[in-house]
């Protein structure tokens, strides 16, 4: 008898559902908007992707950026680009395209003797800074272009994986939310990372693919929730049992997501170079996952019920 669930039982503290369309209308408005900036701005690769070469060079005594760009510049190796990191500025990352030669063996030449040129300018030029080449990098063309293309199919393949197994594991009702849910965190997210000037590179789409497993699994709490709400209350609609379900996880929800956010902007205050464009992309990612399970994929939930209903009346 205790469990016997009356009229008037309130869904929730918080109107999830009721606010919707203006969420709906948000999340439109954000993706159209991301993938708009991306199309017309488009998305700055590093060198795994595009080719090239990537030093990355550390002093013991303070060097200015313009310094460093000056010097590298004297050698006229075509487009390069200088980005300092780390503590006090003393460290660099200095990227170059690289010219191409008649054939490979003619690149790899080129190639070689302009790496020399700039550990010798690097070396002499800075000899009483007390330079250290950290690590230097160099990608081709070709193997830029494959590893691209295999990170889009990665993505491709992940979305298409989850969307077979939230339909599987739930309902088809529930896969398109999911799905959605997830491209519409990746893009916003891919967005703001290239809107602040931060380039794409491996580790960054393995972290878009991170976020994209953990945004998957808050969202798979939300269904597993509204699936056990919707168990209890058959005589409710289901906004009602989405607006339950959502508040009953709610606490359990922030507190997740404030825990992991929380290590993620440590390691993007404190550390530097990849680690810290990682992190950044993590906390993004956080943020408008945790949103997008209330706000998109649950309301998706809620318009695919209506849909299957029509179709079941008619």
């Given at each position: 008898?205790?469990?016997?669930k ?8 918080y109107d999830?559902?009721g606010?919707v ?5 948000i ?5 159209v908007?991301?993938?708009a ?7 700055s690769y590093?060198?795994?992707?595009k080719g ?7 002093f013991d ?10 010097s590298v ?5 075509g ?10 500025a003393?460290?660099?990352?200095i990227?170059?395209q690289?010219?191409q030669?008649a ?7 080129i190639?070689?003797?302009?790496i020399s ?5 690097i ?7 007390n330079?250290?080449?950290?690590r ?7 193997v830029g ?7 889009l199919l990665?993505?491709f393949?992940c979305l298409?994986?989850?969307l077979?197994?939230v339909?599987?594991?739930?309902d ?5 939310g999911a ?5 519409h ?14 380039e794409v590179?491996?580790?960054i789409?393995?972290?878009i ?5 953990y ?6 709490v939300v269904?597993d929730?509204i699936?056990e ?12 049992i ?9 606490h359990r ?18 550390s530097?170079g ?8 993590i ?5 408008f996952?945790?949103?997008?399970s209330?706000?998109?994929a649950a309301?998706?939930v809620l ?6 209903s029509?179709?079941v009346?008619a």
């Open positions: 008898m205790t469990n016997k009356t009229v008037t039982e309130s869904s929730g503290k999830f559902v606010k369309g203006i969420f709906a209308g999340s439109i408005l954000l993706v908007a991301s993938l900036f991306l199309a017309v701005r488009g998305i590093g060198i795994d992707f090239g070469t990537e030093f990355q060079v550390r005594k303070g060097v200015s950026i313009d310094q460093v760009r000056s510049d004297e050698l006229k190796l487009e390069v680009g200088v980005q300092s990191f780390g503590e006090g003393n460290e660099f990352i990227r170059f690289g010219k030669g054939t490979d063996k003619e690149t790899n030449d190639l070689n003797t302009d040129k700039i550990k010798d300018v070396t002499t030029q800075f000899a009483s800074h330079p250290e080449i950290r230097v990098d160099t990608v081709g063309p070709q272009a494959e590893l691209k293309r295999n990170g990665a993505v393949y298409l994986v989850i077979i197994y339909a599987i594991r739930f088809f009702k529930y896969a398109p799905v959605f849910c997830l491209f965190d990746a893009v916003i997210t891919l967005a703001i990372f290239v809107l602040v000037g931060k590179n491996v580790p789409l393995a972290a693919l991170t976020l994209i497993g945004s998957l699994n808050d969202t798979i269904f929730r699936r709400t919707d168990s209890h209350y058959h005589d409710k609609g289901y906004g009602f989405i607006n339950k379900a959502i508040n009953d996880m709610l929800t922030l507190i997740t997501s404030g825990t992991v956010f929380t290590s993620a902007l440590c390691l993007f205050l404190f530097g990849t680690v810290a464009d990682i992190a950044f992309a906390c993004i990612g956080i943020v996952g945790t949103y997008s209330i706000y998109v309301p998706i318009l695919m019920d209506k849909l299957t029509k179709k009346a």
